[in-house]
């Protein structure tokens, strides 16, 4: 699936922390693979101060990360239950409609 940094950044904010033992391996497996590698933090000049981060054009660049069945799972339930519990914020909407707008749209 291609995600920008920002899509990357905020599915790392959505992840669960806890879960069975598959389901925590899936996610950390999921975050090695969204988290900006050190190559990523020179090229797109990425700087954190605090929760908030900010980084030059190049980080709007779509990057394909390999998201499994099992994973893409996970990161639906986690927004479905942020929706419903009217957690969502607007840096949310584009992960949304990636994975669960996508999804009933697969379903259909």
């Given at each position: 699936?291609?995600?920008?940094l920002k899509?990357?950044?905020?599915?790392?904010?959505?992840?669960?922390?806890?879960?069975?033992?598959?389901?925590?391996?899936?996610?950390?497996?999921?975050?090695?693979s969204l988290a900006p590698?050190?190559?990523?933090?020179?090229?797109?000049e990425i700087k954190q101060d605090g929760n908030q981060y900010a980084w030059n054009e190049k980080?709007?660049?779509p990057?394909?990360?390999k998201i499994g069945a099992r994973a893409r799972q996970i990161v639906v339930d986690a927004l479905t239950t942020m929706d419903k519990a009217k957690q969502?914020?607007?840096?949310?909407?584009?992960?949304?409609e990636k994975f669960v707008e996508a999804k009933h749209d697969s379903d259909s």
């Open positions: 699936m291609e995600l920008n899509d990357r950044i905020v599915l790392l904010n959505v992840l669960p922390r806890q879960g069975d033992m598959a389901t925590v391996r899936i996610v950390r497996d999921l975050q090695n590698s050190e190559e990523e933090f020179r090229e797109f980080g709007m660049a990057k394909e990360i969502l914020t607007a840096d949310h909407l584009s992960v949304y």
